[in-house]
């Protein structure tokens, strides 16, 4: 939803592009092998100082420095050095939702990880079975069960690691036969389901005895989420769920009774004594306690326990019997983790919105800040160490903390870009700052290169506001002016010159044309100076979208159960139009809008319960478009609208069908305002699609964001390719193209913000280019950023830094066919500065060749430093030790002299000193040293100007012409 906020300018329609081929000998009649776009290189920008939700810690016994984390969208991560440093090591996996992940404790090298996190949580992803290392997460094979979906727990028997158990809860969405409890005893080669209920009950946690790996606990949990349950899921209990109990390492189970509730149970979490064999705690979440459950502060020693109200329940009999300690039990359906310290039975940490902590098994907790201090609410995983049960180590929300002395202090891991961005956007100052909303870490937003040669660090990152971060808009104007909406329409405008906030949802109070809408009754008629008109009748998606039009920085649009419009930035409202939704009994609304770059009257707007809609006279009159759309899958979250840039009757449609267990992408587009509509889903991979965006420039030109990957196509959705270069498995939420840069952005949920650098090639290519054997393209503007003086050089290993751009303009070219003979020369206006750059490696693709804003040295210059170089050989023969050395530096003197002015021998010879002397004694005196790798030949440096690019290509000559601007920041922005 976060469209360009400039006034997007309608650009000459172009030929359709009908897919670029592998050798581009066909006239785009294939897909594009990902290999022709390699040059478009990802990079990260952060950030990290907010984490993502971490949901399993796991530390290897053997050697607590080495620590695994997984976590709910952005993969595996491990550290060697107690959190010093950490590596993702599941990047290239097509999945990175983990669920679970058990190391051997007999052989560390060997993890399995079970993906799909077990949270329950409505933006929860999905995953794609079970995984495999063998060599300590260097390397995964995939091993099965990929229909479970969502994974709770894996076990893997502490003396024989080829016999692992595998906790399954199946689909969050619907129902599916592939729940329950898994087991292999050949690692993972094949698999038996030895305990399974039914196609709504899965399994949610396991434990082992830890001295008897014939004894298993299994948490059966019944769940379901509907298409709008915000919060927990609408079916959370059931008949089935409860305590199962096998002493035959999963043969028989039976179902524990005596001491637990009678009601309905809801999801349970396990955990087994070491201390104390026999001994294994539950938390249970019961009908009789509510979905919140009860938590938080200090529970009573003397409290009136109720086992039917559920809380922490204790077993001292291998689960036959058991006892309520207390009915402390925090939002069991999001959290329900208990870990007992290895060393001492009556400890226990359990997780919940805040940290809970006991010293008497139970019956008196403490919770919240005098537990996890200062950390991230929202608490999922616990890793104590059994060689210190000091050092503990906890997930949540906000990413991984680490204790040393038991929870009286705590650090905060920030080196991870884990962020999980729900929609993105971009200003326009220089260089440009990205905005966007994160999942339970508010809205922020962040530099997309600094001037610094540290590049983008957390400090450079501030918060635009709290709660669940959705929608982020920047007045293109004056970008201190930040729209912002968190979860449920809790949407406002911040001054970032003053950091004040102000509230502008829609209300009964703010609505100038409500009573058109909502006629009071006699009943309801008050005194003049009664100060409500009532509660509000209007709904609003968790996810509310929010759009700042591009016709006119003062206008807003937001989505409720009716389309509401602002003129004057949020401070009134109208309603434009009727209740857009067709379930007026649920809590269904508008979740995406846009507004046709090309005429403001024009609006589309489409809901969580699957209508589409049009207006073409500013919501005068409103068209339903359901009906047109062929294939169409119904009742289906209506994810994005994209209004066209380039014809005014064109649009693109998103659905996103995840809620309704459906996992295709689908998207369509239409020609003629909705009236008929066209599948370009084609061969779009599976997973759910969330976005899809048009070039401001080149209307064939598409990107599409899905649960896996971000796809581009030439030829208006014809055919798609990954374009993932550099960038993890990851989903990606949501796509901006800046309109003066030329950029690519992707949200991703799970790996915080990236930037695909200058996509102008992919702008350019037309039908016409592709045609041609050779193009040289026209490039942006680039700035000469000016750089801070005195900067403090020192850091920590222990530091995120967001990656800068590369230093220097790219200059694209297009290639057919890999050339007999090509060369790039850049030169000044005069002619008497070039630079010239034989290509002798670029096949057939699209080439991005970065300048380094480097000339050739004149001829003075190389005679020079011919002139230098040979007296330094001339320095270290006479140092050398054998008469061998002193033959070959005579006659690498001796090429010097026959190289003349030949850049390329010579820098060739260079390297062939640097290579003698390396190692040797000649080279103690470091003479050579200081003339290798063209440090001592180089030319001028291009600054501020204009220059010209030439492309020589077998015969041809093509040209265009390359602008340095000067960085003109008011102050230097570190």
């Known amino acids: 939803m976060s469209k360009s906020i400039t006034n997007k300018t309608a650009g000459t329609a172009l030929c359709s592009i009908f897919a670029f081929v592998l050798l581009m000998s066909t006239a785009f009649a294939q897909t594009i092998d990902e290999s022709i776009l390699k040059d478009f290189r990802w990079r990260n920008i952060g950030p990290a100082n907010m984490g993502g939700r971490t949901v399993d810690i796991e530390g290897v016994e053997s050697n607590p420095k080495i620590i695994y984390a997984g976590t709910a969208t952005s993969g595996l991560w491990k550290t060697v050095n107690r959190g010093t440093t950490w590596e993702p090591i599941f990047d290239d996996q097509p999945v990175a939702s983990i669920g679970d992940l058990a190391v051997s404790r007999k052989n560390p090298n060997i993890i399995y990880v079970g993906t799909g996190e077990a949270n329950n949580r409505n933006s929860s992803p999905w995953g794609g079975g079970v995984y495999k290392s063998t060599d300590a997460g260097e390397t995964w094979v995939f091993v099965g069960l990929k229909e479970t979906h969502h994974i709770g727990r894996i076990l893997i028997d502490p003396e024989n690691p080829d016999i692992v158990y595998v906790a399954a809860l199946g689909h969050l969405w619907g129902t599916n036969v592939m729940r329950g409890v898994y087991k292999t005893t050949n690692g993972g080669r094949t698999w038996d389901k030895v305990f399974y209920i039914d196609e709504r009950t899965g399994v949610t946690d396991l434990a082992m005895d830890p001295e008897d790996n014939r004894t298993l606990y299994a948490a059966a949990h019944e769940r379901l ?456 889903t084609n061969n779009l991979l599976e997973g759910s699609s969330f976005v899809v965006r048009e070039d401001y420039k080149n209307p064939d030109l598409l990107f599409a964001g899905t649960s896996n990957a971000v796809y581009v196509s030439l030829d208006r959705g014809q055919n798609w390719t990954r374009f993932m270069n550099n960038m993890p498995t990851v989903e990606v939420h949501d796509l901006f193209i800046h309109p003066r840069d030329g950029d690519l952005i992707a949200g991703t949920h799970g790996r915080g913000a990236w930037i695909c650098d200058d996509i102008t090639p992919l702008q350019q290519l037309t039908t016409e280019v592709a045609d041609e054997n050779a193009h040289l393209f026209d490039g942006r503007s680039e700035t000469l950023w000016a750089s801070p003086s005195g900067e403090y050089p020192y850091e920590t290993d222990k530091q995120f830094k967001g990656e800068n751009p590369p230093s220097g303009p790219f200059i694209g070219f297009y290639l057919k066919t890999k050339p007999v003979s090509a060369e790039l020369v850049i030169s000044d206006i005069t002619g008497e500065l070039k630079r010239t750059i034989r290509l002798v490696e670029e096949g057939a693709g699209i080439h991005k060749y970065r300048w380094d804003r480097r000339f050739d040295p004149t001829t003075e210059q190389i005679t020079r430093f011919i002139a230098q170089t040979k007296e330094s050989i001339d320095r270290l023969i006479e140092q050398a030790e054998t008469e061998e050395q002193r033959g070959q530096l005579r006659q690498l003197s001796q090429e010097f002299d026959r190289a003349g002015t030949d850049l390329e021998q010579i820098r060739g010879l260079q390297e062939k000193l640097t290579q003698l002397t390396r190692g040797a004694g000649a080279a103690r005196g470091g003479a050579a040293g200081r003339g290798t790798r063209g440090g001592g030949l180089q ?3 291009a600054g501020i100007g204009e220059y010209l690019v030439t492309l020589n290509v077998d015969g041809k000559t093509m040209t265009t012409t390359l602008v340095i601007e000067e960085d003109n920041p008011g102050y230097i922005i570190r």
């Open 225 to 680: 989420r509907d298409l709008f349950d915000a919060g927990d899921p609408v079916d959370q209990w059931g008949p089935g769920a409860g305590i199962y109990v096998s002493r035959d390492a999963g043969e028989n189970w039976t179902k524990a009774a005596e001491g637990l509730p009678t009601v309905e149970i809801g999801r349970i979490g396990l955990s087994t004594s070491r201390s104390k064999p026999g001994t294994i705690y539950a938390i249970v979440s019961a009908t009789s306690a509510g979905a919140g459950g009860t938590g938080g502060g200090q529970r009573p020693q003397q409290e009136e326990l109720d086992p039917n109200r559920g809380g922490i329940f204790k077993s001292t009999d291998y689960g036959m019997t058991w006892t309520q300690q207390s009915t402390y039990n925090s939002r069991p359906s999001y959290y329900s983790q208990i870990r007992v310290d290895p060393n001492n039975d009556d400890v226990l940490w359990i997780c919940g919105t805040a940290l809970g902590y006991t010293e008497d098994g139970g019956k008196t907790v403490r919770s919240g800040a005098q537990i996890s201090g200062p950390t991230h609410i929202d608490y999922h995983a616990i890793w104590i160490d059994p060689n210190d049960s000091e050092h503990v180590l906890i997930g949540s929300d906000g990413g991984i903390n680490v204790t040393y002395d038991g929870g009286r202090t705590w650090d905060l891991y920030m080196q991870q870009p884990m962020a999980q961005f729900y929609a993105i956007t971009a200003d326009m100052r220089k260089p440009y700052y990205v905005s966007g909303g994160l999942q339970d870490n508010g809205s922020w937003g962040g530099p997309s290169r600094m001037r610094s040669r540290y590049g983008i660090r957390n400090e450079n990152w501030y918060m635009l506001s709290w709660g669940d971060g959705f929608f982020a808009q920047v007045d293109p104007t004056d970008f201190n002016i930040v729209y912002t909406e968190s979860q449920n329409g809790n949407v406002g405008r911040s001054d970032l010159r003053t950091g004040q906030r102000r509230g502008i949802r829609p209300g009964t109070n703010n609505i100038v044309n409500y009573e058109q809408y909502y006629p009071r009754s006699p009943q309801e008629e008050q005194p003049q100076e009664a100060p409500a008109r009532g509660r509000s009748p209007f709904r609003f998606d968790w996810n509310t979208p929010l759009l700042l039009s591009s016709h006119n920085p003062n206008t807003l649009y937001f989505g409720g159960n009716h389309l509401f419009k602002s003129v004057n930035r949020g401070d009134n409202w109208m309603i434009i139009s009727p209740d857009l939704t067709s379930t007026p009994d649920k809590p269904s609304a508008i979740v995406s809008i846009d507004e046709s770059p090309l005429n403001p009257s024009v609006v589309w707007a489409g809901t969580n319960d699957g209508n589409v809609w049009l207006t073409r006279n500013g919501g005068v009159n409103w068209l339903k478009l359901n009906a047109y759309i062929p294939g169409a899958p119904q009742k289906c979250w209506v994810k994005r609208l994209e209004a066209s840039n380039h014809v005014e009757g064109r649009a693109y449609l998103v659905f996103d069908g995840h809620r309704n267990d459906d996992f295709n992408p689908y998207i369509f587009v239409t020609e003629d305002f909705g009236q008929t509509w066209e599948n370009i």
């Open 939 to 941: 030319g001028a440096t």
